[in-house]
């Protein structure tokens, strides 16, 4: 039970915040309301398009730093499960990276049910993008760790 609650408690936690951020129905206006005025204010010579432009990168990448948590997270999780494979193994970063793809693709599916949302398959590329991501500062942590000192008893 507490492999469990180490592991995979995060994860779920995580997840319930990512479905909770995808029902918002006005997501868009939540995050122009913060984003456009301080571009304006910090650039005011900014066409309105560009100030759109920077605004729509922004939420990509809180798209890919979202999922690159979530990559991390489930990661970590499968190291903790019990099971005879290595610490970083491609069967547990293809299990990891398939986790990612699959909620990625539930969560877009989630968004054809709430107003003004638009499911988009290239927003679960983006996902998983960051999921992969995620894994890769889950190697580099790894690697890490084995290189560190180990300290002497």
Not at 119 to 137: E, N
Request: glycine share 6%.
């Amino acid at each position: 039970m507490r492999t469990f609650l180490n592991g995979w408690l995060p994860v779920l936690v995580w997840m319930a915040v990512i479905f909770g951020a995808s029902a918002d129905s006005h997501s868009y206006q939540h995050s122009s309301r913060i984003i456009e005025p301080l571009l304006r204010w910090l650039f005011p010579h900014m066409s309105p398009l560009a100030v759109a432009q920077i605004h729509h990168l922004f939420r990509k990448c809180c798209h890919v730093a979202v999922y690159a948590t979530l990559g991390f997270l489930v990661f970590r999780a499968l190291n903790q499960s019990a099971n005879p494979l290595p610490a970083w193994s491609w069967p547990r970063v293809g299990g990891a990276l398939l986790i990612v793809f699959l909620y990625a693709c539930s969560d877009e599916f989630h968004q054809r049910f709430v107003p003004t949302r638009t499911p988009l398959f290239s927003d679960v590329c983006i996902d998983t993008a960051g999921g992969a991501l995620g894994l890769c500062a889950a190697w580099v942590c790894h690697r890490y760790r084995r290189a560190a000192p180990q300290p002497s008893k």
